[in-house]
T-cell receptor, first 112, second 113 residues
C-alpha cells in the first residue's frame, strides 16, 4: 500500500525550515527517507524502525510516531544543496525485508 | 565509497525486442532489487532477490520479466518482448541486510520505440 506524502511541493529561501510528512493507514515495519536530485539516483538519508524513534543530524532529522503510521522529515536552516525530490519508502508491518513502497515524492526547491 | 554500477546508462530498443539491463551490486550486500521510474513519477517496485531467488515481485513484474544473478557479482533484469510502456528509468539497488538503507545505481534509461 502506497504511503501518502505531503506536501507535494515546497519552495523555501535558504535558511528556512521545512517538514515533509509520510503517512500510512496501517502500522508500518519501517520507514526509509531518500533524496533524489534531477536525473540522478535516489540517495538514502535514514531509516526508522521503532515507534517514537527520532533520528538524524541537527539539520536533517526524522521521526516515527508511536503508532508507526506516520513519519516526518525535518529540514532545518535549509541550504541550496537540499533541493531535490524527497521520497519516503515504507515496509508493511509484516516485516518484509524485501519490498519498499515509495510515496509520490515531495519536490523541495531552495532558492538563494 | 562502494557503489552500485549499472550498464548501459541509456538503451534504445524497438518494440518487441529483448533487453538485458545489467547491475553490479555492492560486493558484501545480500539483498538486491529492481525499481523503475517513469519520467517525473514515483519510484515503483519491480522485484527483490535474496539467497539466489525472488523474494517478492510486483504486478508489473509479469512473465515478460526475469532476473538472474549468473555469477555471484552481476544481477540482471531481462525484458523478453519490450512494449512502449516499458520506457522508463530502471534502477538497481542493493542493501547489506534487511533493516539497512538501499544503495541505488545511477540507472538505465530504457527507451522503447
Amino acid at each position: 500500500q502506497q504511503p501518502v506524502q505531503s506536501p507535494q511541493a515546497v519552495i523555501l529561501r535558504e535558511g528556512e525550515d521545512a517538514v515533509i510528512n509520510c503517512s500510512s493507514s496501517k502500522a508500518l515495519y519501517s520507514v526509509h527517507w531518500y533524496r533524489q536530485k534531477h536525473g540522478e539516483a535516489p540517495v538514502f538519508l535514514m531509516i526508522l524502525l521503532k515507534g517514537g524513534e527520532q533520528k538524524g543530524h541537527e539539520k536533517i532529522s526524522a521521526s516515527f510516531n508511536e503508532k508507526k503510521q506516520q513519519s516526518s522529515l525535518y529540514l532545518t536552516a535549509s541550504q541550496l544543496s537540499y533541493s531535490g525530490t524527497y521520497f519516503c519508502g515504507t515496509e508493511g508491518s509484516g516485516g518484509s525485508n524485501y519490498k519498499l513502497t515509495f510515496g509520490k515524492g515531495t519536490l523541495l526547491t531552495v532558492n538563494p | 565509497e562502494p557503489e552500485v554500477t549499472q550498464t548501459p546508462s541509456h538503451q534504445v530498443t524497438q518494440m518487441g525486442q529483448e533487453v538485458i539491463l545489467r547491475c553490479v551490486p555492492i560486493s558484501n550486500h545480500l539483498y538486491f532489487y529492481w525499481y523503475r521510474q517513469i519520467l517525473g513519477q514515483k519510484v515503483e517496485f519491480l522485484v527483490s532477490f535474496y539467497n539466489n531467488e525472488i523474494s517478492e515481485k510486483s504486478e508489473i513484474f509479469d512473465d515478460q520479466f526475469s532476473v538472474e544473478r549468473p555469477d555471484g557479482s552481476n544481477f540482471t533484469l531481462k525484458i523478453r518482448s519490450t512494449k512502449l510502456e516499458d520506457s522508463a528509468m530502471y534502477f538497481c539497488a542493493s542493501s547489506a541486510q534487511g533493516n539497512y538503507g538501499y544503495t541505488f545505481g545511477s540507472g538505465t534509461r530504457l527507451t522503447v520505440v
